[in-house]
Nanobody, 121 residues
């Protein structure tokens, strides 16, 4: 079983910055991808950004140029630096990890409990 510990959410004014962190622990042999999703009230959960084991990244169009995802593979940790925040970025942000407990096990997703990000003046 994999546990994800998220931190860094909070209340920030428009134009401000926040940094989210997510540390994965438990039965992890290797990680394929780590990423962040968000879910606004009344809306579906959507992808924000992903970082692959190769180091390549992928972003939703709505956050390109403002958010940066990075990872520390040695610590199984992923970060999301969010700059120039807008009210429409308000949502619960969820960490997502695809990992496997052994070399021959299939990749499986794990989710964090979510951290609230509120952008408001």
């Amino acid at each position: 079983q994999v546990q994800l510990m998220e931190s860094g959410g909070g209340l920030v004014q428009p134009g401000g910055s926040l940094r989210l962190s997510c540390a994965a622990s438990g039965s992890i042999f290797s990680i394929d991808t780590m990423g962040w999703y968000r879910q606004a009230p009344g809306k579906q959960r959507v992808l924000v950004a992903t970082i692959f084991s190769s180091g390549s990244t992928n972003y939703a169009d709505s956050v390109k140029g403002r958010f940066t995802i990075s990872g520390d593979s040695a610590k199984n940790t992923v970060f999301l630096q969010m700059n120039s925040l807008k009210p429409e970025d308000t949502a619960v942000y969820y960490c997502n990890v695809y990992s496997r407990p052994t070399a021959w096990a299939p990749w499986a997703p794990s989710w964090g409990q979510g951290t609230q990000v509120t952008v408001s003046s």
